[in-house]
């Protein structure tokens, strides 16, 4: 498809379980960002990697959180030992150049965990 | 203070009425982005500008780069446009390379 891929589009686990949720962005974008939205909450930010590395990792909330990407395109965000407060809706987003430049972003659907 | 601030909050229009959100930010920026999503549904972006004025549709946003100021307009709004309206900023003056998201406006336009 032309647009940004997610999956799965949900995921429910158990605390304690890791996880990996994936992004196909879209082809030839260099840039992709991680975001994660608590219910009734605005947008968080998490990791952005411009090409396969990632200049800032600042929004990770915890070192059970990391993220890869290779190839330029497809990434990875793995959260270990999930806990409750990690349920939310994780959003990726790609464009084509970086935060400075003048490119849309195009959001993919998201992937729901739910931790229990 | 946060650096990108949008007002009003929350906005209750009448199908047909003109509708204004409005976002001020405090950081030096390239573009501004303006966003958004559909109740339990995906972040779609309507505009990313620069300077001066685009429009879609019924959409028109614009932005002053010396005041700091963005402003997303809805011409005969319509209840499909019942969504949060989000905007954003690069963090231009940071050492780090994100997008700054204002808290959003949930807009709910009624029949």
């Known amino acids: 498809g032309a647009g940004v891929s997610q999956s799965p589009s949900n995921k429910v686990t158990e605390k304690g379980k890791d996880v990996e949720l994936r992004c196909d962005p879209i082809s030839g974008h260099t840039a992709l960002y991680w975001y994660r939205q608590s219910l009734g909450q605005g947008l968080e930010f998490l990791i952005y990697f411009q090409g396969n590395s990632a200049p800032d990792k600042s929004g990770l909330p915890s070192d059970r959180f990391s993220a890869e990407r290779t190839g330029g395109s497809v990434s990875t965000l793995t959260i270990q030992r999930t806990q409750q407060e990690d349920s939310a809706v994780y959003l990726c987003a790609s464009s084509l150049d970086g935060p400075w430049g003048n490119s849309p972003l195009h959001f993919g659907n998201g992937t729901r965990l739910t931790v229990t | 203070k946060n650096e990108v601030e949008q007002s009003p909050q929350n906005l209750t229009a009448q199908e047909g009425e003109f509708i204004t959100i409005n976002c001020s930010y405090s950081v030096g920026i390239s573009a501004l982005h303006w966003l958004q999503q559909h109740p339990g549904g995906g972040i779609v972006s309507l505009f990313m500008?620069?300077?001066g004025k685009k429009k879609h549709g019924r959409l028109i946003a614009t932005i002053n780069i010396q005041e700091k100021h963005s402003s997303l307009h809805i011409t005969a709004s319509h209840p499909r446009d019942s969504a949060v309206y989000i905007c954003a900023v690069p963090n231009y003056g940071g050492a780090t390379n994100k997008l700054i998201f204002g808290t959003g406006t949930l807009l709910a336009v009624q029949p």
């Open positions: 500008l620069s300077s």
